[in-house]
Structures are given as C-alpha cells and as structure tokens.
C-alpha cells in the first residue's frame, strides 16, 4: 500500500476512491496539468487588472483540492471566488490572492512529491 505524505487526508481519498491508487495518481496529474494553470491564469488577470473573470475562475479551481485530499483547502478557495464575484476592489483581490498562495504551493510540492514516488514504486 502506499503511504501518502502525512499532510494529505488519505480518509477522505478512500471515501471518494476506495482502493484505487490509479485514480488518485490521475487526480493528482489533473491537478498539476490541468488546475495549476487555472490558478496562474487567476495570477495573469490580476495583474492585468481583469478582476470581472476572476471569480469564474476561482469557481473552475474550487474542486480540485478535494479530488487530491485537501478538503480543508477548498471552503477557502470558494471564500475567495464568493469575495471576487461581489466587484471587491483589484487591491483586496490580490491581497486575498498572495494570502493562499503559500497554501497552494505547499500542495502542489506534497503533490509532485508523492507523485514522483508513485511512479518509483511503479504504481
């Protein structure tokens, strides 16, 4: 069996997966290649004062954290997009912004990690 680093809430996995490493290795590929680039988007409209599509954005973004075993993570992401959606000001929104920043690239790493051991186990 394998052993998911201590931070990530393995419980919640096997509510959502059972068993089956295989798709919790999908999800955590999903995340990097497919929900990583949504949150550097938010990033680029932010600095290029596009605060209308962030609120959609952080709505595309919201899930994935529960999909890898971070449900801790996701009520906050959706504070943030509840926050862009009500015309907040461009300052708030990227004070908020580098406020999670920290948060997602610390899960990203823990994702890369046990990624990275994943396929040395061969799974």
């Known amino acids: 069996m394998f052993s998911f680093n201590a931070q990530i809430n393995v419980s919640h996995l096997n509510n959502i997966y059972g068993d089956d490493i295989t798709i919790v290795k999908i999800m955590f590929e999903s995340f990097l290649e497919d929900s990583l680039p949504i949150w550097e988007d938010i ?10 599509v962030v609120g959609g954005l952080a709505h ?5 954290f529960s999909m890898i075993g971070f449900p801790d993570i996701s009520p906050k ?16 929104l990227i004070r ?7 948060e997602v690239a610390k899960v990203k790493q823990i994702v ?3 990624l ?3 396929d040395e186990e061969g799974i």
């Open 77 to 92: 992401i959706h504070e943030y997009e509840l926050y862009a959606k009500g015309n907040p000001t461009g300052e708030e």
């Open 116 to 118: 990275k051991r994943m």
């Open 43 to 52: 990033q680029a409209k932010l600095q290029q004062n596009n605060f209308a």
């Open 96 to 102: 908020r912004y580098n406020e999670l920043l920290p």
């Open 112 to 114: 890369i990690e046990d």
């Open 60 to 64: 595309q973004f919201k899930p994935c």
